[in-house]
């Protein structure tokens, strides 16, 4: 399907899966940077939400926190996550630093990680990125260095907003993917519909504003918008298990933006390009 305008009008931002060269890192200047979390949680949340969508990441480590921001090679979805630097149990940088990492490769030192264990990182004056995990792993990673450019995020307004459990959102795509690979959502003042059609036939999920399930819903003009399964469904399975809640905003025929609430970590907001009937 084409993605709508809401992603694709924006300043062509190439994809990361095929934008990095493999060089390695020359700092001429000694760099203080290393971030310490409590628990494996948040890296694995972050590292499982990029990588359905990249296969390398850059992360940009600033004074105020660590972020990223990436988009699919096919440019219908993107991914933005902000990690305030309050959210570590420790945190030191300097300067602003740009590290680029093979999401596969970081990701298998991560799952070495048990629930309870502590991750920090750091980077040496030889371009590698050292993890430490718990109270005796320790990893070193070659770094690669990305030639990615800024990804602008869409500017869109929103008409309407709705809020929800991430496990209750999981089982709406559940229930929609049985019937057709895309997911339609319409909003009024007083209620959501999720819907799906598809060969085999059609589904729908109808919830009212009020119950327990909807835990917050503001329409300013009622929405329609169809969105790919495709990219849904791992994106909400990746990050879904550690986000209590999460939010969806769009407009008819816009993209979707739903955030991701994650303890210790600030923001994780995934975007969207709607389905566009040809």
């Not at 972050?46 to 990223?68: D, N, P, R």
């Not at 879904?240 to 993209?255: D, H, L, Q, R, V």
Request: glycine share 6%.
């Amino acid at each position: 399907f084409q993605a709508e305008d809401g992603i694709r009008d924006q300043p062509r931002a190439r994809g990361l899966g095929d934008v990095y060269k493999r060089q390695h890192y020359n700092y001429l200047i000694k760099l203080e940077f290393s971030a310490k979390t409590s628990t494996s949680d948040e890296w694995k949340a972050i590292i499982s939400a990029i990588s359905t969508l990249v296969e390398e990441a850059t992360f940009e480590a600033t004074v105020e926190g660590i972020s990223f921001r990436g988009m699919d090679p096919s440019h219908v979805a993107l991914i933005d996550i902000s990690w305030p630097n309050s959210a570590f149990e420790k945190y030191s940088c300097d300067s602003d630093i740009k590290f680029g990492v093979r999401i596969d490769e970081f990701s298998k030192l991560i799952k070495r990680a048990e629930k309870s264990e502590s991750i920090e990182i750091n980077i040496s004056e030889d371009s590698m990125l050292h993890v430490s995990i718990g109270k005796n792993k320790k990893y070193k990673m070659r770094l690669i260095e990305s030639s990615a450019s800024d990804t602008p995020l869409p500017k869109i307004s929103y008409d309407s907003k709705i809020a929800l459990s991430s496990t209750r959102f999981d089982k709406i795509l559940g229930d929609i993917e049985v019937v057709s690979d895309y997911l339609s959502v319409k909003t009024t003042s007083e209620n959501v519909e999720f819907s799906g059609k598809g060969d085999s036939g059609e589904a729908t999920i109808n919830i009212e504003k009020g119950t327990e399930e909807l835990q917050e819903i503001s329409v300013t003009q009622e929405s329609t918008g169809t969105y790919s399964l495709e990219y849904l469904n791992p994106i909400v399975k990746a990050v879904g298990g550690t986000a209590g809640s999460i939010i969806c905003e769009f407009s008819s025929a816009k993209p979707l933006r739903i955030e991701f609430k994650v303890t210790n970590i600030g923001r994780i907001h995934f975007y969207l390009a709607p389905r566009v009937e040809s």
